[in-house]
């Protein structure tokens, strides 16, 4: 199904991308998706911290 679609296919859409938002746009969109993405690890790696304190907690406490 994807066997149709060449490298140049690819880029032409990418032009008209560019084209049809321009780059400052895109860079704006960049931007808050890096932004989004970091504050999404940041905050997995504190619930994960704080999981992990509670389940030492609750096996401390059944001990």
């Known amino acids: ?4 679609i060449s490298p140049w296919s690819i880029l032409l859409i990418l032009i008209i991308v560019v084209v049809l938002f ?3 746009k895109l860079r704006n969109v960049g931007a ?3 932004a989004a993405m970091k ?3 940041k905050s997995s790696k ?3 911290t704080s999981n992990k ?3 030492d907690d609750n096996q ?4």
């Open 46 to 48: 504190e619930d994960s």
């Open 60 to 63: 401390n406490k059944n001990t």
């Open 1 to 4: 199904m994807l066997s149709g």
């Open 39 to 41: 504050s999404f690890k």
């Open 22 to 24: 321009g780059t400052k």
């Open 53 to 55: 304190t509670i389940d």
């Open 32 to 34: 808050d998706l890096g």
